[in-house]
């Protein structure tokens, strides 16, 4: 994999292209001293170093990373750190070995989050599908707001769209990939907004009553920021108490919503969550979405942390492809069950200089105005190429052995005796002493064994998250887990 | 083989053929879009109707896999029918070129796949981040600040409002719009977009982003770069303005933030340093490759912790063993957040400032030599229903790609974007001899 690779030289002097010199006044060749005519950068240069990082690249970043015997993080205290790292930008360039020798540093001293032993976050793994959409987008670096611009991923992202749509169990839909669930949320939020009352696009929140938003108090924080950028407020998101498996209770929520009318103010959305951040926890939809229909509010399920299960009631769902199924950051998709071009309406400004009405193609393939963004990463297509190498069968199988992995672990527990674990799906949750857990976390990584994630929760104590979601780890990186936790804090 | 999910005591992925994947893939990238994409031998793009495109890319996404061949022949097919944004005669949006050591940033930042939020899990990245915004407010005239990268420009300017808004009513984070008075926001006709965007997304509603009486004003975005016309708004004056009501002043520079690199041509933003916030996109002007955009703050009250925070405990955890201040995922509105400075720094540590600068004065020169050979040649005038005919004989031959767009009442126009660093007088001398031929009939 190290080897040198054999690809045809980089075109040549753009001074010796097809085009035949024409007559006239001699040409400039430069101006104040600046070179008018051909690369700044050497071919061959650009050649060799692209091939060095590459090989780099393939060598530290991806298959070492993902090598249980190396280390899943190299700590250094950030002192220490910024000193190694050099970071300082200055007047002069650098030589290549230079900069190759930096990009191994960046590899080396960041944390291998493919490592079979990550698991402090909600994503993790290596898929090298999604990874080689990943180099070609940013090769191509198109810009997702035209068919001009970018054809092909416009019609990649409406295929994935559409069969994403399928799998919710909507006869029609749309949606648009976006920078991240909390984005995705907010989405949700300003289409309810919108649905409601669309004079509040032109005139703003004061057009209407004082809007408020329920959700569980287990839900994503993101559903807290959107608030506060939407102009609606944190103080009117209610937060509907869940029961101790950190599900909503279906009749808090209700309680809660006539409590807002009672007080002059106009319920709009309920955000459901399929898979809470910390616990792992599923709201109970069919319910929910029971008392939604009584009151006439958008219904969004935030789904991002699982797959899509019994959403199909929901009038819009957040999913994100690169947490269970692993592709690569950022893969995020906001599906909303209308026909009537409800996004493109909410969102829309029709800049001219983008979205001009006489183009020579069918306007409607223009996503642009989807968004609240103008250029937009053709994120699809990682997940395109992805489910296209393994088949909707193999993406099932990858959700079924997490959950049976997740399981046998749960049947080892009792071995760990003095753990009184909980379990949710695809999350184990160890509670140990507060003071405990912060001082194994500091050990693993200084040791770079193993890095788990650990939060407060009910102020009791902290509990490390185990989340096994993941199809290259084992049974064996899961005992692993398990007997280095005891070991790092056997004398505490 | 097919792995089956009893089988629980070895790894679901195959690495070495993933591995082996990822080489051959790079192989046809490197070809196909580095090589030939930037070969003015090439076409620009191969245009293809959308429902004749779908049916030669075999979109549908079924129940079983495929085999390595088939996969390396859609790679192929992607980078064939997609738009060769780093060809020479590309000029349709305002980024193009190609820059290899933020390629190779971009390809690093992709293959660590990791985000911003902590520094547990993102150490090298944080500090970079932090140095990267550092280096930039120095060419701003900021001695001290804060800022971020963004999910691009929109949101940039998206965030200055925000932040705008909440200094001038903090209670408007918990509250919402309902109990203040009516905002506005003051932007130019030329001003971009995402200033209309934001201002309904964030409640304040598209109506009020101009003069209204009896509201509060209290945000002025001005542009440095507008993105028809290229024109840089006087910061100075409008700073006087902003200075004597007390309003927020943002200047979105996602175009022509870059002009800070050059001496000769940094006087196009004098007065920048008198903002309290700026938006600026590398990804323009410095060839950084989609996405890097940033937003910088003149504030140091840790204003951006203090307007977006949730202090999420599965994240933030007081009791760190490291210096918590480091977790800035705080500061932003996202939760993952990719890594975006690794492209732009490792592009700055190779070429350094000097080199970014002779970048933006080879796009001044340039543009100035395209005026030059315009004003030589008779009958550069175009109407209205020429403009859209050109273009679709230029996309359907793929000679090259200009964008054109009305501005105003005023007929179509072509807009020619010169940024790249890989163009040269030939590129230039091409596109009015083509604009010519392909317009010679109509």
Redesign the interface.
């Known amino acids: 994999?190290s080897s040198a690779?054999s690809?045809?030289?980089?075109?040549s002097d753009?001074?010796a292209?097809?085009?035949p010199a024409?007559p006239g006044p001699p040409?400039?060749n430069a101006?104040?001293g600046?070179p008018?005519?051909?690369?700044?950068?050497d071919d061959l240069a650009?050649e060799s170093?692209?091939?060095r990082?590459?090989s780099m690249?393939?060598e530290e970043?991806?298959?070492k990373?993902?090598d249980v015997r190396q280390k899943v993080?190299e700590?250094?205290?950030?002192e220490e750190?910024?000193e190694l790292?050099d970071?300082?930008?200055?007047?002069?360039?650098?030589s290549e070995a230079?900069?190759l020798e930096?990009?191994r540093?960046?590899?080396r001293?960041?944390?291998?989050?493919?490592h079979?032993h990550f698991f402090?976050?909600l994503?993790a793994?290596?898929?090298?599908?999604s990874?080689?959409a990943?180099?070609?987008t940013?090769?191509?670096?198109?810009?997702l707001y035209t068919?001009?611009?970018?054809?092909?991923?416009?019609?990649?992202e409406d295929?994935?769209l559409r069969?994403m749509v399928q799998i919710v169990g909507w006869e029609e839909g749309d949606g648009i990939f976006n920078?991240?669930?909390?984005?995705s949320n907010?989405y949700a939020m300003?289409l309810a907004r919108y649905r409601d009352f669309p004079e509040?696009?032109?005139?703003?929140?004061?057009?209407a009553?004082?809007?408020v938003v329920f959700t569980s108090q287990e839900c994503?924080?993101?559903i807290?920021?959107?608030?506060?950028?939407?102009?609606?407020?944190?103080?009117?998101v209610f937060v509907v108490p869940s029961d101790k498996r950190g599900k909503m209770i279906p009749s808090a929520l209700e309680e809660q919503i006539k409590s807002a009318k009672s007080e002059g103010a106009v319920p709009f959305i309920v955000n459901a969550t399929a898979g809470t951040?910390?616990l792992g926890a599923f709201d109970p939809i069919d319910e929910i979405a029971d008392i939604c229909e009584k009151y006439k509010l958008w219904l969004h399920v935030d789904s991002v942390m699982s797959h899509l299960f019994s959403s199909h009631r929901a009038n819009s769902v957040a999913w994100n492809p690169?947490k269970m199924l692993m592709a690569?950051?950022?893969c995020s998709v906001f599906l909303i069950r209308d026909k009537t071009r409800l996004l493109q309406r909410c969102?829309s400004?029709r800049?001219?200089?983008?979205f001009?009405q006489?183009?020579?193609?069918?306007l409607s393939?223009d996503t642009g105005d989807k968004s609240?963004?103008?250029?937009?990463?053709p994120d699809a297509?990682k997940f395109?190429?992805m489910?296209?190498?393994?088949?909707?069968?193999?993406l099932e199988?990858?959700v079924?052995?997490a959950l049976?992995?997740a399981r046998?672990v749960w049947g080892n527990i009792s071995d760990f005796a003095w753990l009184k674990p909980l379990s949710n799906f695809y999350f184990i949750l160890l509670p140990l002493y507060?003071q405990v857990a912060?001082?194994i976390?500091?050990r693993m990584?200084k040791k770079g064994s193993m890095?788990v994630?650990?939060?407060?929760?009910g102020g009791k104590a902290?509990f490390f998250?185990m989340v096994v979601i993941s199809?290259?780890?084992?049974?064996?990186d899961m005992d692993f887990v398990l007997d280095e936790i005891h070991s790092l804090g056997m004398d505490l | 083989m097919e792995p089956t999910v009893g089988d629980l005591s070895d790894p679901l992925i195959n690495h070495t053929e993933g591995q082996l994947f990822l080489h051959e893939a790079f192989k046809i990238i490197v070809e196909e879009v580095l090589c030939k994409g930037t070969d003015v031998k090439e076409k620009v793009c191969e245009w293809k109707e959308p429902e004749e495109l779908a049916l030669l890319l075999d979109l549908e996404l079924r129940e079983k896999g495929e085999q390595k061949e088939k996969l390396l022949q859609r790679v192929r097919d992607v980078a064939k029918y997609s738009v060769k944004t780093s060809h020479p005669r590309f000029f349709n949006q305002q980024f193009a070129g190609v820059d290899y050591h933020s390629l190779a940033g971009r390809f690093l930042s992709e293959a660590l796949n990791t985000n911003l939020f902590t520094y547990e899990v993102a150490p090298v990245f944080v500090l970079m981040e932090a140095e990267v915004l550092r280096g930039l407010r120095e060419l701003v005239g900021w001695t001290e600040g804060d800022g971020l990268f963004c999910p691009g420009g929109s949101t940039s300017n998206m965030y200055a409002l925000n932040l705008a808004r909440y200094r001038l009513y903090p209670e408007v984070k918990s509250q919402g719009l309902w109990s203040l008075p009516r905002l506005t926001i003051f932007t130019s006709p030329e001003s971009h977009y995402s200033v209309k965007k934001g201002a309904a997304f964030m409640g304040f509603g598209m109506d009020n982003v101009i003069f209204v009486k009896g509201a509060v004003p209290h945000f002025v975005s001005c542009t440095s770069g507008t993105t028809v016309q290229g024109a840089f708004d006087p910061l100075d004056r409008i700073a006087d303005v902003c200075d004597k009501h007390k309003l927020w002043l943002h200047v979105d520079a996602a175009w022509g933030g870059s002009v800070l690199f050059s001496k000769k041509h940094r006087h196009l933003m004098k007065g920048v340093n008198r903002a309290n916030s700026v938006a600026w996109n590398p990804h323009k002007m410095l060839v950084a490759g989609l996405q890097c955009s940033v937003l910088l703050l003149k504030d140091t009250t840790n204003l951006l912790k203090k307007c977006h925070g949730a202090n999420a405990s599965y994240l933030f955890q007081q009791d760190k063993f490291y210096d918590v201040n480091l977790d800035i995922g705080d500061k932003s509105v996202q939760c993952s957040r990719k890594v975006d400075c690794l492209k732009l720094w490792l592009m700055w540590k190779a070429v350094g400032s000097t080199g970014l600068e002779q970048r933006v004065d080879k796009a001044f020169f340039h543009t100035r030599y395209l005026v030059e050979q315009m004003k030589k040649r008779d009958g550069f005038q175009l109407l209205r229903e020429v403009a859209p005919v050109i273009k679709e004989r230029m996309m359907k031959q793929g000679t090259m790609m200009v964008g054109y767009q009305p501005l105003g009442d005023r007929v179509n126009f072509f807009r020619i974007t010169i940024l790249s660093p890989l163009i040269s007088q030939k590129d230039l001398d091409f596109f009015l001899d083509e604009i010519e031929r392909l317009g010679n009939d109509v």
Not at chain 1, 358 to 362: G, I
Not at chain 1, 453 to 457: C, E
């Open positions: 994999l690779y690809v045809p030289r980089f075109t753009p001074l292209s097809a085009f024409q040409r400039r101006w104040d600046v008018l005519n051909g690369s700044p950068l650009a170093f692209l091939q990082s590459m690249i393939l970043a991806v298959k990373a993902t993080c700590w250094r205290s950030p750190l910024k790292l970071l300082e930008l200055r007047d002069g360039g650098e230079q900069i930096r990009c540093d960046a590899i001293y960041s944390v291998k989050t493919t079979p402090n976050q994503y793994g290596l898929e090298p599908y990874m080689v990943s180099f070609i940013d090769a191509l670096k198109p810009s068919y001009e611009v970018s054809p092909v991923f416009t019609l990649m295929a994935v069969k920078a991240g669930g909390s984005m907010m300003n509040i696009k032109e005139l703003g929140n004061s057009a009553a004082r809007l994503h924080y993101s807290s920021k959107a608030a506060a950028l939407m102009g609606i407020g944190t103080k009117n951040t910390v690169h690569c950051l950022q969102h400004a800049a001219s200089y983008l001009q006489d183009k020579f193609y069918d393939y609240v963004q103008c250029s937009r990463k297509f395109w190429l489910w296209k190498a393994l088949g909707t069968r193999e199988q990858r079924d052995r049976a992995i046998s507060l912060p001082v976390k500091e990584m890095m994630g650990y939060q407060p929760h902290n998250r199809p290259q780890v084992s049974r064996q």
